[in-house]
């Protein structure tokens, strides 16, 4: 049932996989690793999470992939309104002057189950990723 609420984005997140380098399964997702496009287009963060389907741009580490399974764990509680829930809470936060990704009730949400785990590691795959932004991705 979670599986099927969240279905709609895992479609999304499923369609982008065989664009990476390397898929497997963990606790229930399914994690897709290594991809230079997405920094080409632009994209500017580490992984991003559609559904039950992490998408990164390089080797997950544990407190990213702890922080990408908060979103997925958000997603099987959403279903479809979340993306619609999301960019409110973004919105909402740059009404209030805050930041729209940082500030994001979603994110927020994520980033504290990160302290229990161990610090990021580096990025590994490119050079082009100095912003300093949170490295990882919204959803
Ligand atoms: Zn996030």
Not at 1 to 20: E, H, K, N, Q, V
Not at 28 to 49: D, F, H, K, Q, S
Not at 86 to 114: I, P, T, W
Request: contains cysteine; aromatic residues 14%; charged residues 25%.
């Amino acid at each position: 049932m979670r599986l099927l609420w969240a279905g709609p984005y895992s479609l999304l997140g499923l369609l982008l996989a065989p664009f990476f380098r390397r898929r497997s399964r963990r606790r229930g997702a399914l994690v897709c690793e290594g991809a230079a496009w997405p920094r080409r287009l632009g994209w500017r963060y580490r992984a991003i999470t559609f559904g039950h389907v992490v998408l990164s741009v390089d080797d997950l580490d544990e407190r990213t992939f702890e922080h990408e399974m908060a979103h997925v764990r958000q997603y099987e509680r959403w279903g479809p309104a979340y993306g619609p829930a999301y960019g409110f809470s973004s919105l909402k936060a740059l009404v209030k002057g805050l930041h729209y990704y940082r500030d994001n009730g979603f994110e927020m949400a994520a980033r504290a189950v990160e302290p229990f785990f161990p610090p990021r590691t580096p990025y590994g795959s490119t050079s082009d990723t100095k912003n300093d932004l949170s490295n990882d991705g919204p959803g």
